[in-house]
């Protein structure tokens, strides 16, 4: 019995003062500000899905700061053939743990304008990893998005 006390006791010390396995900080945050080059995005609608490879015959980027986000995509062949593209938008963002949820005011579509969008975001090393639905049930949109970015700066 004498043995078993002091390593009650240890057992007991080391537990009292580690965090429980559920307990996350909210205070810890994903280093989202700065700017993002899209590499690959999959959208899935219903038994469809699309994976587009954003590093070939245009770029797209995204940018974050404390409130806001934007991002820009463009062809590369400063639209003088069947692919040219651009598209624009902005808005608000909020960031409570890796919830992310953005408040589109401003885009291309004019009509996706006032929307929010909800997803979850992790970041390992460079690479940024944005998943979550769009849904405008007057659009007929209700897809789900993962999109792939690396960190430009």
């Not at 743990?97 to 929307?115: D, H, I, K, M, P």
Request: net charge negative; with cysteine.
């Amino acid at each position: 019995m004498k043995k078993i006390t002091p390593i009650l006791l240890l057992v007991l010390a080391l537990t009292a003062c580690s965090p429980m396995p559920s307990e996350k900080s909210p205070d810890v945050k994903i280093p989202l500000i700065g700017t993002w080059k899209l590499i690959s995005g999959t959208t899935i609608r219903g038994a469809d899905t699309i994976v587009v490879d954003y590093t070939v015959n245009q770029s797209f980027i995204k940018i974050f700061n404390d409130t806001h986000f934007s991002f820009f995509r463009h062809d590369l062949s400063k639209g003088q053939d069947s692919t040219a593209v651009f598209a624009a938008g902005a808005g608000t963002y909020t960031l409570k743990g890796n919830a992310y949820t953005e408040q589109l005011e401003y885009f291309t579509l004019r009509e996706w304008e006032g929307n929010q969008f909800e997803f979850t975001v992790s970041i390992s090393q460079d690479t940024l990893i944005q998943t979550g639905v769009e849904k405008i049930p007057e659009l007929g949109v209700d897809q789900m998005i993962i999109e792939k970015y690396v960190k430009v700066k």
